[in-house]
């Protein structure tokens, strides 16, 4: 997904400036912890209905990208 960034917003008042789903509280870290738990999109999407698969998918591209763009600096 290339656009994600029309689903996810960054907003110092919400979350703490954590990256959010757009129109929710819901951070891209709480999407990828629930996924790192076992819990399936279904699950996800059945326990947050305002969440759409298009959602997951932008926080799991997000996510991606970010760690592509990290860069490791030796102390």
Same mark, same amino acid.
């Given at each position: 997904?290339?656009?994600?960034?029309?689903?996810?917003?960054?907003?110092?008042?919400?979350?703490?400036?954590?990256?959010?789903?757009?129109?929710?509280?819901?951070?891209?870290?709480? %999407? /990828?912890?629930? @996924? =790192?738990?076992?819990?399936?999109? &279904?699950? #996800?999407?059945?326990?947050?209905?305002?969440?759409?698969?298009?959602? %997951? /998918?932008?926080? @799991? =591209?997000?996510?991606?990208?970010? &760690?592509? #763009?990290?860069?490791?600096?030796?102390?």
């Amino acid at each position: 997904m290339k656009d994600f960034f029309t689903y996810i917003s960054i907003d110092p008042e919400l979350r703490f400036g954590k990256p959010c789903i757009k129109g929710t509280r819901i951070a891209v870290s709480d %999407i /990828l912890k629930w @996924l =790192a738990s076992g819990m399936t999109q &279904e699950e #996800i999407l059945h326990d947050y209905p305002s969440l759409k698969k298009e959602h %997951i /998918l932008a926080a @799991l =591209a997000f996510a991606a990208h970010r &760690e592509s #763009i990290t860069k490791i600096v030796a102390a």
